[in-house]
Structures are given as structure tokens and as C-alpha cells.
């Protein structure tokens, strides 16, 4: 009788924050992106509820981005904080929909991670949690965040493909950013 062999997959390497964190130019960018949206966002909402979750959102999506271009990586170091100030913004500042936002958050996150689960060389765990954290931030708003980074994602795809031919139909690109992005645009634009 023959012995069958299961493939487990390696766990993903645990890294201190200290060694994905951008450094140099991509610090500065991400700096200075991330505060010119939180600026933009108290300057388009004025001093409510929906302004301080932007002003915790961006520049939470912008380090991630950052850092998952880089490292393939959405560190829940970052995530996880950002999850609980959105959170609890939302909580008190528009308790009446906050079961909304909870509800698009558990809707995202379940969909990202069955398909991380369906398909773990297409996406990771950290993308779900993500998109935990744009549920959270953008309740009704999340939809067109999915349809903005899948937009985004199937453009950068034709791009590889174009650029590769048909070789590069395996080449992979980290989802963060395009999450991240959406969420930026249906935050500002939804």
C-alpha cells in the first residue's frame, strides 16, 4: 500500500514590525501622503466622526500599501490597531449604523478569506483582515472599494500579460495596495 503525502504550507515568517516598516524615500512618501489624506479628510468631513476615521484609515492604508509592496506583507501590527481605533470611531460616532459597518466588514473579510483559502498562491491572510478593516471604516461604501481594487487588479493583470506575454500569466502582484486604493476612493468618493 502506497503512503499518501499531504502538502502543508510553510507558516509565513513572523518579522518585527521594526524590519517592514518603509524606510528612506518610501518613508518619506508615506508620510507625506498619509498626512495630506488625513488632512484631506478633515477638510472635506470637518471635525465628525467620519473625518477621524479618515484621518486613522488613510494613513493606515498608505504604510500598508507601503509595506506590501515591498514585502508582501500586511502586518497585523499595523492592521489590527487600525481595525480597533475604526472601530470603536464608528461605534460612537454613528452608533445608529455602526451594525452596518460591522456587517460590511464581516461580509469582506468572509469573502477574502474563502477565497484565500480557495486559492492561497492568490491571496493571504492579510487581505482579509484588511478588508475587515475597509468593511469597518466604510460600511455601505465597501462594495465600491471591491469593485474599485478588482478594477485596479484585473488593469495591473492585462498589464503583466501584455508586457510577458503568456510566461508571465503565473507572475503575481501584491492586492493590498489595490485594496487600499479603493478604499481611499470610496472613502473620499462613495
Known amino acids: ?43 472635506d468631513f470637518g471635525l465628525s466622526g467620519r473625518a477621524l476615521v479618515g484621518v486613522v484609515l488613510c494613513p493606515a492604508l498608505v504604510l500598508l500599501s507601503t509595506i506590501d509592496i515591498r514585502h508582501r506583507l500586511l502586518p497585523n501590527a499595523v492592521v489590527g490597531p487600525a481595525i480597533l481605533a475604526v472601530a470603536l470611531i464608528v461605534a460612537a460616532a454613528d452608533t445608529a449604523r455602526f451594525l452596518e459597518h460591522l456587517y460590511a466588514a464581516l461580509a469582506l473579510f468572509g469573502f477574502l478569506f474563502v477565497f484565500a483559502l480557495a486559492v492561497p498562491s492568490g491571496l493571504g491572510m492579510g487581505d482579509a483582515k484588511l478588508g475587515f478593516l475597509l468593511g469597518i471604516a466604510l460600511g455601505y461604501r465597501t462594495l465600491s472599494a471591491m469593485l474599485a481594487a478588482f478594477a ?26 489595490y485594496l487600499a486604493a479603493g478604499g481611499i476612493l470610496a472613502f473620499f468618493l462613495g
Do not use: Y
Not at 500500500?1 to 508615506?30: I, Q, W
Not at 495591473?156 to 507572475?171: N, T, Y
Open 1 to 43: 500500500m502506497e503512503a499518501s503525502t499531504v502538502r502543508v504550507k510553510a507558516p509565513v515568517e513572523r518579522r518585527p514590525l521594526a524590519e517592514v516598516l518603509p524606510v528612506g524615500r518610501d518613508r518619506t512618501v508615506a508620510a507625506v501622503l498619509g498626512v495630506a489624506l488625513a488632512v484631506g479628510s478633515v477638510v
Open 152 to 177: 485596479g487588479s484585473f488593469v495591473a493583470a492585462l498589464w503583466i500579460l501584455f508586457r510577458g506575454g503568456l510566461a508571465a500569466r503565473r507572475q503575481t502582484f501584491p492586492f493590498g495596495p
